[in-house]
C-alpha cells in the first residue's frame, strides 16, 4: 500500500492546530496584581445577625472606600459555631485576600488558622474579641477596652441599686468569648468594691441567642425568686433575653439590669426604666480603625499593636447627650 504523504501531513497539522487552539492566549493568562488594583480585605465578625455587626459592617466598608480596598464581610450563622468561622477564614485565604480583620469567636480555636494566614503572607487584624496568639502571628489588637467596661457596669449597678446594695447576679455569655470573659471580671473585680452589694451567681452561661438567653434568666429567676435585685448581662443578645425574662414576670424596673450594647429595644427600656444603665461600644469606629489598621500595615507603615476604641455608659439622664445617643442608635450597613 502507498502512503499518501500529503494526506498524512494535513492530518499532523490538523492535530498541531487542535492542540494549540486548546492552550489558552497568552493576554489571558494570569498576572501579577498590579499597583493600582484595590486591595481586597476580609472582614470575618463573629456573626451577622446582631445590630452591633451591622454597624462594624458600615465602619469596615467606610474605610474601605477610603483605602481603595473592597471589604468583603462574612461570619458564620451562629455565633457558636467556631469551625464555621474556621471555614470562612480558610475560604479567604483560598481566595488569595490581601489581609483579615478578624474577630474571633475563641480566643484558643481560632490560633491555628491565623498562624496559617501568617504563613500563607496574609496578614491579620485582630479586633472585637482578643486572641491567644503570639504577637508576631497579628498586625494589631483592636477594641473596646472589654475589663474597663465591666467594671463601669459594676459602678452603673451599684449606683442604681443605692445605699442599701443588693443581691445580684452576673449572666456570662459563652465560654471561649475573649471580650465577653474580661467583661464578666471586670464587673466582678468592680463590684467588690461595694461591701453591700452580694453577687449571688457568676457562673451562668446564658449562651449566644436572645431565646437561650431568656431560658437561662428564667431558670436563674425561678432559683433566687425575691432575692434577685439586680443583674449584669454582658452582650447585646444576652440583655435582649434577660430584659423579655423580668418583663414577663412583671419586674421590669424592680430589678436593676444593666446591659451591654444597644438595639432598638434595649434603647427603648432604657428610656422607659426598664434598663438601669447599658455600656455602649463604638463599633463603626471598631469596624472603620480595624481596616484602616490592616490597610496601613500592608502598605508598610507602622501600626500600634493595640487600639482602644472606647466604652461609655448610657443612663436616663444623659441618653440624649450627642455622643450617647448617637452609640445608643449607631448607624448600621
Known amino acids: 500500500m502507498r502512503l499518501n504523504i500529503v494526506g498524512l501531513l494535513s492530518f499532523v497539522g490538523l492535530i498541531g492546530c487542535l492542540v494549540i487552539g486548546c492552550q489558552p492566549p497568552a493576554e489571558t493568562a494570569p ?12 472582614v470575618i465578625p463573629k456573626g451577622e445577625t446582631h445590630i452591633f455587626w451591622q454597624s462594624v459592617k458600615l465602619g469596615a466598608e467606610q474605610a474601605g472606600a477610603e483605602e481603595n480596598a473592597r471589604i468583603t464581610f462574612k461570619g458564620p450563622a451562629k455565633e457558636s459555631d467556631r469551625n464555621e468561622q474556621i471555614n470562612v477564614l480558610q475560604g479567604f485565604l483560598n481566595a488569595n485576600v490581601d489581609g483579615i480583620c478578624l474577630a474571633p469567636l475563641d480566643a484558643d480555636a481560632l490560633v491555628r488558622p491565623v498562624e496559617e494566614a501568617g504563613r500563607a503572607g496574609v496578614p491579620v487584624v485582630i479586633f472585637d474579641s482578643g486572641l491567644n496568639a503570639d ?35 452576673c449572666l456570662r455569655y459563652n465560654k471561649g ?33 436572645t431565646e437561650s438567653a431568656v431560658d437561662k434568666a428564667q431558670a436563674l429567676l425561678n432559683r433566687y425568686g425575691n432575692e434577685v435585685d439586680g443583674i449584669f448581662a ?28 444597644s438595639s432598638d429595644s434595649l434603647r427603648q427600656a432604657l428610656s422607659s426604666g426598664d434598663i438601669a444603665a447599658i455600656v455602649l ?22 501600626v500600634e499593636s493595640y487600639t482602644d476604641t472606647g466604652v461609655y455608659v448610657a443612663t436616663m439622664d444623659n441618653r440624649d447627650d450627642e455622643t450617647i445617643s448617637r452609640l445608643l442608635n449607631p448607624p448600621k450597613s
Open 234 to 261: 454582658v452582650c447585646e443578645p444576652n440583655a435582649e433575653g434577660v430584659l423579655r425574662a423580668i418583663k414577663d414576670r412583671g419586674l421590669g424596673g424592680k430589678i436593676k439590669l444593666v446591659g451591654f450594647d
Open 177 to 209: 468569648s475573649e471580650s465577653t470573659h474580661q467583661r464578666e471580671e471586670g464587673f466582678l473585680d468592680g463590684i467588690a468594691k461595694y461591701p453591700q452589694i452580694e453577687v449571688i451567681s457568676s457562673d451562668q452561661y446564658a449562651g449566644t441567642t
Open 281 to 302: 461600644q463604638d463599633p463603626v469606629r471598631m469596624g472603620y480603625l480595624a481596616v484602616k489598621t490592616l490597610a496601613a500595615h500592608v502598605k508598610g507603615e507602622q
Open 31 to 42: 498576572s501579577a496584581k498590579n499597583a493600582d488594583d484595590p486591595l481586597h480585605f476580609a
Open 135 to 169: 504577637e508576631k502571628d497579628i498586625v494589631s489588637y483592636v477594641a473596646t477596652d472589654n475589663f474597663k467596661g465591666g467594671q463601669l457596669a459594676a459602678d452603673a449597678m451599684a449606683a442604681s441599686l443605692g445605699d442599701e446594695g443588693g443581691k445580684v447576679i
